[in-house]
């Protein structure tokens, strides 16, 4: 790996690196917003947490669909935007690499819905182990 640049400020959507405490709960791809003195920090929350509201609109709450992961906001929201064109339900979404609870849910759909047992991974991490239970249960990842 190179080293890394140091910005004074960043525009538009460029990738960046943030080293900061208590980062466990932060949503890679999110807004990230600066608090000064005088903000609201519950707007700016809501603000951020809106990103995440829209993106869960689209998921079908019949419990129908296939599984959809990626490793940022920005490309689920491009992956469930394509699914949508495309009348492709979507039943849970993911941001994170594929675990066995992700197939064990993706799983479901094979009594349900066997053409929707399907983990569309983008960009995210599957390991061996994972490989092994996806392919004893039936679930297809792409």
Known sequence: KGEYL?????????????????????LPGSSLLAAGPD???DE???EVMSDLHS?????????????VQSSTLGSLEALLSFLKKSEIPVF?????????????????????????????????RVTSEVQLEVDELGVKIF
Not at 111 to 124: G, H, K, S, T
Request: aromatic share 6%.
């Open 44 to 46: 700016l929350k809501r």
């Open 92 to 124: 849970n979404i993911y941001i994170g690499p594929v675990y066995r609870k992700d197939v064990m849910k993706a799983s479901v759909m094979l009594e349900q819905a066997p053409e929707f047992a399907v983990i569309l991974a983008f960009d995210v």
């Open 39 to 41: 903000d609201d920090i």
């Open 6 to 26: 140091h910005h004074k400020t960043i525009r538009a959507a460029q990738g960046i690196k943030i080293a900061a405490p208590d980062l466990d709960g932060a």
């Open 55 to 67: 993106i869960i609109e689209d998921v079908d709450r019949s419990g129908r669909g296939v599984y």
